[in-house]
């Protein structure tokens, strides 16, 4: 739902109790809530699928074999944390979802109930901005130790270094202040909006 649409449907309860221009905003806001659900659960299958390869892989190469494993946990932990932290950040975004869906499974059923479900769909939405924003730094943190071990262990040389110290952080800053703009430009207007919108359902009641 755009600003027109969503200007459209807090203006019409103040203006007119027809209960058709009542029912067409309940049903543009629950399209709008419904879009939103299936873009989330998209967004985590997919990221559950690579994470799921990816950990088949690292499960594979701990496997004995000539000459020893080639990641053995004891030696290479630091990468297995590195590895844990997007299951960390799916698992939280996963409950998020799920806490949020399960609360308000009436939206739809009313006008005032499908904007409580926006709100709280945005407030998750917001929520999720900061698991993975900390995930992030988190990273950059634990990156001195993962670039240790595999140097010790032969794994890499110097080439890492520069991927590491300088690409990396590069990439995960942009990541960050796209969060951030997405958050300050996106959600937080978003949010005002509702609000406003609520208040308006409120007087109308």
Known sequence: MNSADLERAWRSPRNSADPAALATARDQLFADL??????RRLFLALVLGALTLLSVRVALATLPRAGGPTI??????????????PWIGFIMLTRQMLRHERGHQRAGEAIGDTVRALLDENATARAGLRVTAGLHGVTLLLLPLVVAQL?????????????????WPLIAS????TLWWQDRHRLLPRRRQLEALRRELERAD
Request: aromatic share 10%.
């Open 72 to 85: 053995a946990p004891e030696r290479d932990w630091a990468s297995l944390v590195f590895l844990a932290l």
């Open 174 to 177: 942009t990541i960050l202040a």
């Open 151 to 167: 140097r010790a262990t032969g794994k890499a040389g110097d080439e890492i270094l520069w991927p590491a110290f300088l690409g």
């Open 34 to 39: 419904k879009k939103r659900r299936r873009a």
